[in-house]
């Protein structure tokens, strides 16, 4: 640990020594933050992700590099939502930096302008699984939350860099722009599937199912956070027969061994989507993952001749 303080020490001598008009050193949790930090902040900033898009971002296993790299950075922008609790607030504390911490200059939880679902109502207990008590922190996979994100980015950059405003005010319309284009490519694309039943593994989706009119019947996770069992894998294979579900979604970070033997049982389409930028190497934006994610379902949609 003291030989850490002193490389911390070391860092941050190099750092005030650094120009003060030099970009904007943001560190985000995931990866589909960095990617909006970049369409706003473009060559004003330098962006990094803690998390990789292939990772859970629940449970991201944290390096002594993360707080490094927190401890020099300008900026830290956080999903929120508890989604980062199991690993995000110690490494917080450790990098001694007292502008990233919560509530701090630096500080960014871009949940807080956004449209959140499945904010549970009523008291929570242990035996509901691991539920997000502030509501569904996997929201960032609606467009039009994407959009409210890049906002908030835009006026935090504004903010914190204020003779670059102009700068991250144009970025933000031209990414507005190519989000809107895309969202009518999208919603054109679904459009024939309206009310489309799918069962998911985790309940990493309900913000994509209603931007796009999927209904959610399902899910291989018991409760949330809780792996399969037996007894609920049965009860779901039925309700998929009886409902008739062909389309079964399953991030890339679990374990396929239930999912396939659902699809034995159903005949359903096991498919891996990916919640994340970065969840596949060529996905390296925010409009690109919904490209892939749209993609990958309607060419499955079509194979299983559901509609
Ligand atoms: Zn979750």
Do not use: C
Not at 25 to 44: F, H, M, P, Q, R
Not at 301 to 307: H, L, P, V
Request: no cysteine.
């Amino acid at each position: 640990m003291r030989k850490l303080i002193t490389v911390l020490a070391g860092i941050a001598a190099v750092l005030t020594s650094i120009d003060a008009s030099a970009a904007v050193k943001v560190i985000t949790t995931t990866e589909d933050l960095a990617a909006l930090v970049s369409e706003i902040g473009g060559n004003k900033v330098t962006v990094e992700s803690l998390a990789k898009g292939y990772q859970d971002p629940h449970f991201v296993e944290a390096k002594p590099s993360f707080i490094i790299k927190l401890h020099s950075a300008d900026l830290l922008v956080v999903v929120g939502r508890e989604l980062e609790i199991a690993w995000l607030p110690p490494l917080i504390t450790q990098s001694r930096n007292g502008a990233i911490q919560p509530g701090g200059a630096g500080y960014l939880d871009a949940s807080q302008t956004v449209r959140i679902l499945d904010i549970p109502t009523g008291q929570i207990t242990r035996a509901m699984g691991d539920v997000h008590p502030s509501g569904n922190p996997h929201y960032w996979l609606d467009p039009n939350n994407g959009r409210l994100m890049a906002k908030a980015i835009q006026n935090k950059l504004s903010d914190m860099s204020r003779a670059d405003a102009a700068y991250f005010a144009q970025r933000y319309d031209d990414f507005d722009k190519r989000l809107a284009a895309a969202e009518q490519r999208w919603k054109a694309a679904m459009a024939p599937y309206k009310g489309l039943k799918v069962v998911t593994y985790h309940r990493s989706w309900p913000n994509f199912a209603d931007a796009f009119g999927l209904d959610v019947i399902g899910y291989v996770e018991p409760k949330p956070g809780i792996p399969p069992s037996p007894a609920h894998t049965l009860d779901l294979q039925q309700e998929m027969k009886a409902k008739n579900v062909k389309i079964l979604l399953v991030e890339p970070y679990f374990d396929l061994k239930t999912p396939n033997a659902i699809s034995r049982d159903t005949g359903a389409k096991v498919l891996v989507m990916l919640p994340s930028v970065g969840g596949v190497k060529d996905v390296t934006s925010y409009i690109q993952l919904f490209d892939y994610d749209i993609n990958l379902l309607v060419s499955t949609i079509k194979q299983t001749g559901t509609k």
